[in-house]
């Protein structure tokens, strides 16, 4: 490999790859709970061109490839002896096209960095990733996450407009309108099938998002936090399932919590919300979810304890000393549709239950955030990282709870990476899995990018 | 922060609250937007930068998959300010530099401390200041003040001070007799505060210069010992916990907290207007780890005429001077290139001089102005109030 490193500081300069060994272990893991996975090499290309000479050469040495955004990732997506992209040296770019509402912005940008930039220029994005606020454009769009916005805009995927990615063939496209040359990025579906979707979600295995294009919106300057609490899970899903149905332009974000879990007699539920918009809009969307909260039994309105985004960023994750010291958290959120929420809380219960988790200092905790038409709900584990025993369990429980979930109430995880490639419901995609496997092996016949991630064996 | 003992085996429960997050490589706020955390990841883009890597690279040294290193060794002084701000950002609020000290013990003990390290390190141990000169600067400013070594009121000049700014010292002290207060100064018999061997991982020999100094304070037959370097004060405040026997019957306090006072109490008069635009830089040891934020900036709100202006990131957010503790003497060029940035946010806000209260900051500053050949007038922050005695 000696020749690989070589080869790679003539790229990029000797000063931008490090084969420090405790340079790798900064890079052998992100907010999961596998075991560190030591990276060959850190390297940290300065454009596009250099991108491109890095996967040339991982092909010509059959050495994977892994792009470092925010290094939050929940899912594993460390692979042994790959070549870590790290994307800091890149220039970051955001340029707002107020033709066509879209900005088109490097994906080492973060989330909280565009949401700045755009904000000082009237716009907003939608949604913020929940991937905290180190996480990149790029890790948003590969991991295809939910977050604050989605209760309106939906995932990211759906804001995504257009592309730009190296592929593992070294080959530059450009998805959407931004295919044909000089016609700009402003429309997601224009010659041919949508392959913008190919590389969303796809966890990076199809090549390097280097540029995404997506929607804007003029931020508005009417905003409303409203806060109730709930003594009943269902009259809680039915707030939340008969808000959504509403389709309001004004709901921001909507975050349904349990106080105490498994749910019994005793726990309250709060729900949370905010409102964006203009000021008729966010008056109507009150007036509505008003109404529904009273109808459907709320029992008192109450302060959020969400009041900006940063607060919910913050809350909804890595704050994990509220819950005792050491804790890890470990969340398992997918899609379903609200109305299956009571099932899944009394599933996940029973598993919880099951699984006696309390004895291996590991915390359960229920929450569901609104995405346009269904819910992301997240059950999440938080577990003892000093103790082993707690950290074994999680990892048992998660796989007890996905799958049953899976079988029982319907739900649809599309976080998997490396942590899950071999639970059940992945195994059960029939046809669809060998034809996104056979369409891996056509774009990336060398399997230099994240292999492992999404297929287990890795081929 | 205390650091009773520093030691990586007993740090493993602070390390295992980071949730490897990322929060410490950047941050947001309302009204504020997006912004670094941490001023040499921002320069470097590593992420053995970042308060994250510290904890990564501290677990694999405790699970036996990392060995100390040489190269380890000069990595975790080139890079760490020790500013506390990916404390500060932490959603759990892991105690970085505690694992930073933790990590640099171990390389000392070792006998891996860096050649310039060692240097700063072998003047301490000769010359008890990190310049490595003589102790007839001690004197020589002990004369000019013209105090007595016993009092009420001890001023601890530290060594930047009295090595570097001497005028300083005897602004102050002109401010604490004007106040009426009786004023000592040990002379010869004030050491080095023992800071440096705090962060460069020799806990015993820290000790060591506290136990001397605590001495000589309590010979002094101080009640309150004055510290106008805000490491100084920071490390003089440390001592009690640091101590078998404590460091009890004295108070520490910093300059601008007693000044504070003095001038809200009427004993210190400011009469002649200082027409300038300044903005407040936070010395890390000053706000972040002691958290004085408020008094600095009441002083300068006194001066008649003087108009004080924020930078964006002030107070808890302030970036860094890139002093550091020993960041200074080991990483000089990434140390001016950090103080740069944070001169470019005092132009961005509109100042015409930039106002600290620590000798470090203000060499880093200096030293930064030359290199760059940029011009931004530095006060220091009593040098401004001397200006508006009456």
Known sequence: MEELISLLKDVVGAGNVSVEDFEKVCYSRGANADLPQEPLAIVRPRSKEDIVEIVRLANRFRVPIMVYGGGSNVVGAFSRGCIVLEQSGIPKKIEVDEESFTVTVSSNVTWTQLESELNRKGWMAAPLCNGGISATIGGGVALCNNGVRSARFGLIGDQVVGLEVILPTAEIIRTGSGAYPGAGNFVRYAWGPDLTGLFIGSHGLFGVITEVTLKIYELPEESMYLGYDFDDIHKLTRVMHGILRKRLSALEWMLAIAGGFPVTEETTFVLMMRLLGAKEEVEYARRVVEEISLKEGRVSGILPVVKNTRDLVEWSGPNTRIFGENMMLMPLCSCTPAPRFPKLAEVYGRVVGELNLDRYDIIPTLTAFGCDNVIVASPTLYYNQSKSFSWAKALEASRRIVEELADKVGFAPHYVGRTKTSYRPFQKLGAYYELVKRIKKLLDPNNIMNPGQLFIPAY | ?390
């Open chain 2, 1 to 390: 922060m205390r650091l009773v003992k520093v030691d990586l085996e007993k740090l493993k429960g602070e390390m295992y609250n980071c949730v490897r997050c990322g929060y410490c490589r950047e941050m947001v706020y309302p009204q504020m937007g997006s912004f670094g955390v941490c001023p040499l990841y921002e320069m470097y883009g590593y992420q053995s930068y970042t308060g994250k890597g510290k904890v990564l690279i501290g677990l694999a040294l405790l699970e036996g998959r990392l060995s100390m290193s040489k190269s380890l060794a000069e990595h975790l002084f080139a890079s760490c300010l020790t500013c506390k701000s990916c404390t500060a950002h932490c959603p759990n609020e892991v105690d970085v530099v505690s694992i930073v000290l933790a990590l640099r013990e171990e390389a000392a003990r070792r006998g891996l401390l860096p050649e310039e390290i060692r240097v700063v390190d072998s003047n301490i141990d000769k010359k008890k200041n990190p310049f490595g000169e003589g102790e007839e600067k001690r004197v020589e400013l002990a004369s000019t003040l013209g105090l007595p070594e016993t009092g009420e009121v001890l001023y601890f000049a530290g060594c930047y001070v009295t090595y570097r700014y001497p005028e300083v010292a005897r602004a102050e002290v002109e401010l604490l007799k004007r106040a009426g207060l009786n004023v000592a100064y040990l002379g010869e018999d004030e050491w080095c505060c023992g800071i440096i061997k705090k962060f460069e991982g020799k806990p015993s020999e820290y000790r060591k210069l506290a136990e001397h100094n605590v001495e000589a304070i309590k010979a002094s037959g101080a009640e309150t010992v004055v510290a106008t370097c805000p490491g100084c004060y920071h490390t003089l405040r440390d001592y009690s916990e640091i101590l078998e026997r404590g460091a009890g019957g004295f108070e520490v306090v910093h300059f601008t907290q007693l000044l504070e006072k003095l001038l809200r109490e009427g004993r210190i008069k400011l009469e002649n207007p200082v027409k300038k635009t300044v903005t407040y830089h936070d010395p890390c040891h000053l706000g972040r780890y002691e958290e004085i934020y408020e008094q600095p900036r009441s002083v300068l709100a006194s001066i008649p005429g003087l108009r004080l202006v924020e930078m964006r990131r002030n107070r808890r957010n302030a970036w860094c001077c890139g002093g550091g503790a020993t960041h200074y003497v080991y990483n000089f060029d990434a140390s001016i290139r950090v103080a740069l940035t944070r001169l470019d946010e005092a132009e961005e806000a509109g100042a015409e001089a930039l106002v600290t209260s620590c000798p470090l900051c203000l060499t880093v500053f200096r030293n930064a102005l030359r290199r760059a050949g940029a011009k931004m007038e530095l006060y220091y922050l009593s040098e401004l109030v001397r200006k508006s005695l009456g």
